[in-house]
């Protein structure tokens, strides 16, 4: 498994503090860094020291057995009794005195005789200090160390196992961890020295770099270290590695290891001898090429999956594994290094079809640091060098064809204090984010636009230096007390106080609201216009963006059907995407439009023996829209019938306008739909453009307390052209009706016998008061006379008796 784990070593290596392991966790928690684990290996070895082995004699009377003694450096030395094959005289070991507790073994060392021979300590193994695995032997330590030495001073640290969340990738690292340190303690960080010493010989000219794809790898680094010697790493490159859970190969591969968990940037190390035609391709793979990793398994490869390769054949699937055709091996000479960039889109993807984790997959899912390139390639050319014997080739192969644009940033300072709730000092936000890697590129009075450094992919907008400023300083410093932001404030977004309002509406009134994915399948997404198609898609169904909700319904409908569960009250509220000019949509080329749509199926109402049943239709799902409307303050709106089917919505159908402006349309769900995914029944439908009635909806909601005073009901029916609209016909009520006019139902409109041809009739309740006092009949019959004189003036509309 990948391992996030860093050492107290390493991080102090880097930067200065002075804080205990639990104050460190404590610390890098409050930031956002979870420490899962504190491994506290100065604890574990307190007991254990370095021993001298003196002399070493077969035991009498067991042929497996040795019988030592052992110097501690104080005192005569002591008879251990030893049963590891390579113990030797003139070792330096790690020994267990009398006392001594092996928890990984669980006992404690006692004085007591084994086959006559009384025994005074215990020399130990790997596995019995915690330290590895290794148990066919003894723990051999370096010569020059003094007997007597505790151990924790030898192979003592502290051990964090950090839950990184998906966005920090650049925390995958002591780099990484010891930023944020830095950040708390106000301290430097002092980064290793990288330059390696370099022969005259040109890596040009024994290695070449070609990028076929570079979506895919935009950058791709090669440095040439010739001569070196591989053997096993030195002790300490060993425990580093052991501490934080890697298995040590060999001095190469081991450094290419440490620098990554140093650094945070994968890196890869080839046999240079086996690469043909000393030259690297970058390129994805063939649609059933195979390939054998290091661990000695034939794959085969999903397409398009990155692949290095050299002149003839591939030698390592991108970011995830190298090729048992290219490994280092102890017959190794020459070493190319590879240090590179790959998509973490693609990464992800290969690993995940491979069944393949591994901490390089894991870093580059996650972001890796495009800008750490040649730092990692030339630290880890010079440790190479430094520990294998090794010449470094004069400079660098660095094939990175469009460098990545910087990202710059800007920041209010206002706007820090409305989200937090609190103020804080102008330098103290700029000192945080400088803290952390953020260069000031341009400085005003309340704020200032920062330059993001390349390892924080996840910091693309001013909510995300806020934040930023807010983990830095403290979750605890923003008040808990609701009533402390009252004026910091600047507001809400209306759209989303309007989304808040419509799920607390609908719920409220019996609906259930469901969510859809956002992607969908190529014809479900064409069929409401013009598609935005995804890259790296994991697959036909997922491949586009949606254009509109109903399709998602129409699927959610079905399934409710197939399950007897046919009376629905639905509504969801999401994007839908769809392909505009380059000039338009956050995304260039790219509208996101936020949505509402309403569905009702079945019954019109709940079973009652004395009540008889209905199935609903679109006047029901109008009543609903209705009663939303009225919630928010808007009154009924205006319907107007349309004949034209749009938004997947079929006709006939009611266009609903607010403020003159279209926001919705109802209708049955179109024939398309209905097909598509074979719904019996005949579901009405609403589609909200909700960002258009946020703006069509003029300031805000307000309580208006009931009048004290009766009001007086009045209906009237009127005859007039078929043609005009009721919603033509209700805004002119409304206008000649006035302040006394309270309230205006439709409830009924007749074409047939003994109405003209050509006309309809059209009857209103209406419902007359007044705030101030009691109506008179004659205040309300003028007020009466006015509605009917425009409604004659307008439509040539009569009064029927």
Known sequence: MPTSAVTDSGLKELVEYDLSPEDVAERLTGLGLEVESIDNRYEEL???????????????????????????????????????SNVEAGQKIAFAPVGTEISGAGFTVEKRKIRGVVSEGMICSESELGLGEGHDGILVLPKELEPGTPLSEVFGDVVYEIDITP?????????????????????????????????????SDTVEVEIEDPDLCPRYAARVVKNVKVEPSPLWLQEALKKIGVRPINNVVDVASYVMFESGHPLHAFDYDQVSGKKIVVRTAEKGEKFTTLDSKERELPEDA???????????????????????????????????????????????????????????????????????????????????????????????????????????????????????????????????????????????????????????????????????????????????????????????????????????????????????????????GEAVELRNALGEDTSFMRTNLLPGLGKIISLNERHSRRNLRLFEIGKAFRSAGQSEGIIPGIVEMEELALVVAGKAGPFAWDVKEREVDLYDLRGVVDRYLGSLGLGSGEYRPVNQAKWGIGVPALALFVNNQEVARLGSIDDWVLKRYDIASQPYVMLLDVERLSKAKKGTSQYVPPSKYPVVDRDISILLDASVHSGDVEAMIQKRGGELLQEMQLFDIYQGKGIPKGKKSISYGLKFGSKEKTLEEAHVDEQLKQILKGLMEEFKAELRS
């Open 46 to 84: 307190n007991d254990f020291i370095v021993g001298e082995v003196v002399t070493k004699e077969k035991h009498e009377k067991a042929d497996k057995l040795s019988v030592c003694t052992v110097s501690t450096g104080s005192g005569e030395p002591l008879t251990v009794v030893c049963g590891a």
């Open 306 to 528: 990155l692949l290095i390769c050299d002149a003839k054949r591939p030698v390592a699937i991108a970011g995830v594994m190298g090729g048992e055709n290219s490994e280092i091996t102890d017959s190794s000479t020459n070493v190319l290094i590879e240090s590179a960039w790959f998509d973490p889109s693609s990464i992800r993807k290969t690993a995940r079809g491979l069944g393949l984790a591994t901490d390089a997959s894991y870093r580059f899912e996650r972001g890796a640091d495009i800008g750490i390139v040649e730092y990692a390639i030339n630290r880890a050319a010079r440790f190479i060098a430094k520990i294998a014997g090794g010449e470094v080739l004069k400079g660098i192969i660095d094939a990175y064809p469009v460098p990545k644009e910087e990202r710059k940033v800007p920041l209010r300072f206002h706007r820090t204090a409305s989200i937090l709730g609190l103020e804080i000092e102008h330098e103290r936000q700029i000192g945080i984010l400088e803290a952390l890697g953020c260069k000031v590129v341009k400085r005003e009075q309340d704020g200032a636009t920062f330059l993001v450094p390349t390892w924080r992919t996840d910091i693309t907008q001013e909510i995300d230096l806020i934040e930023e400023i807010a983990r830095v300083n403290g979750y605890g410093a923003i008040p808990d007390d609701t009533r402390a932001m009252i004026g910091i404030f600047v507001g809400v977004d209306p759209v989303q106080e309007l989304i808040g309002r419509t799920r607390q509406f609908f719920v409220a009134n019996g609906f259930t609201e469901v969510v859809a994915p956002y992607q969908t399948d190529p014809e479900s997404a064409q069929q409401y």
């Open 167 to 203: 966005n920090r990738g650049d925390c995958l690292s002591h780099i990484g961890v010891s930023r944020e340190i830095a950040a708390i303690t106000g301290n430097r960080i002092g980064f290793p020295e990288s330059t390696p010493e370099e022969t005259d010989e040109l890596t």
